[in-house]
C-alpha cells in the first residue's frame, strides 16, 4: 500500500523545548489514521509539519508525493485546527459558500459539507450564535468541503456528544473507503478503535505504529486505554 505522508527523522524545536527529537513514520493512503497520545506529547506539532506550517530543524515530511508546504499541496490537504478558522458574522451557510468557492466548487457542494457535519438547521445562523462543539463542525465542513485528498484533522471530536462523535467517525470511515487519506488526533482512547492504523505518540517519540487489533493482542487486553499504558509501562522496563 502507497503511503500518503512520509515522515523521516523530523527534528521540531519549540520555544528552547525539542518537541521531536528525530521522528520516523508513515501515514497509508486511503485510510484513517490515529495519531494518539497525552496532552504534550507533539501530535498537534506532528500535523503541523505534515501541512508545512511548523518551522522544523531537520529532517524530511513527504506529503503525496511533495514536500510539507509545498504550493502545489494547497488544494489537495485539508487542514482543521483546534481553534475554529471560520467568520464568525457569516452564516453557517455563508461561510461554507465562502470556502466551497475557494476550492472552485458551487452552492450544493456547501450544502453537502454542511449536511454531513448536522448542520443542516443550523445552517442561516451566524457562526458566532453557535456553541463551541457547532463551531468546531463549521470548520470541520470548510475543510471538507474542498474533498481534499488528504484531511488533517487536530482533535475534531472534541466537545461533541457521542451520538455526534459516531457520525463524524462513520464519516471518516465513509470518506477513507471513497478513497480519502485521513489523520486524525485525539487523546481519547476510545476514539482508537475506530482507526486503520494507529501511531501513538509519548513525548514527541514514537511508542507505537499498529493497528487496534494488533495493540489489543499485544498486550492482551481488549481496552486499548489500557493496551497503551501497557506499552508505556514495558518500555519505561527496557529503558530502566
Ligand atoms: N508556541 C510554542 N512555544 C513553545 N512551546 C510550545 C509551543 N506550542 C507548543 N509547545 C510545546 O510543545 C509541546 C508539544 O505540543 P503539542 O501541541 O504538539 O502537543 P499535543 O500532543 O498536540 O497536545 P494536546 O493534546 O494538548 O493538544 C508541548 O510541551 C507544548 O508545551
Known amino acids: 500500500m502507497d503511503d500518503a505522508v512520509t515522515v523521516r527523522d523530523l527534528v521540531v524545536d519549540r520555544g528552547a523545548r525539542r518537541v521531536l527529537p528525530g ?35 531537520s529532517g524530511e515530511v513527504v506529503v503525496l508525493g511533495r514536500p510539507a508546504g509545498s504550493p502545489a499541496l494547497r488544494s489537495r490537504v485539508g487542514y482543521v485546527t483546534q481553534e475554529p478558522s471560520v467568520y464568525a458574522d457569516l ?3 455563508e461561510n461554507l459558500r465562502y470556502f466551497a468557492a475557494l476550492y472552485g466548487r458551487g452552492a450544493a457542494a456547501a450544502d453537502a459539507a454542511i449536511a454531513d457535519v448536522g448542520l443542516r438547521d443550523a445552517a442561516g445562523q451566524l457562526v458566532r450564535d453557535l456553541s463551541g462543539g457547532q463551531r ?7 475543510a471538507l468541503v474542498g474533498e481534499p485528498e488528504l484531511l488533517v484533522l487536530d482533535e475534531p471530536t472534541v466537545g461533541l ?35 486503520d492504523r494507529l501511531l501513538l505518540l509519548r513525548e514527541g517519540e514514537l511508542l507505537s505504529d499498529s493497528t487496534p487489533e494488533q495493540l489489543r493482542a499485544e498486550s492482551g487486553t481488549d481496552d486499548l486505554e489500557e493496551s497503551f499504558l501497557h506499552l508505556i509501562r514495558t518500555r519505561q522496563g527496557v529503558a530502566a
Open 23 to 57: 521522528l520516523t513514520c508513515a501515514v497509508p493512503a486511503g485510510r484513517v489514521t490515529g495519531l494518539l497520545g497525552p496532552s504534550g506529547s507533539g501530535k498537534s506539532t506532528l500535523l503541523r509539519a505534515v501541512v508545512g506550517v511548523q518551522r522544523v530543524r
Open 161 to 195: 456528544d457521542p451520538v455526534l462523535r459516531a457520525e463524524l467517525w462513520e464519516r471518516f470511515a465513509a470518506l477513507a473507503a471513497a478513497g480519502t487519506t485521513l489523520i486524525v488526533s485525539s487523546h481519547v482512547m476510545d476514539e482508537a478503535r475506530r482507526c
Open 136 to 142: 468546531g463542525r463549521v470548520s470541520l465542513a470548510s
Open 91 to 93: 452564516t453557517v451557510r
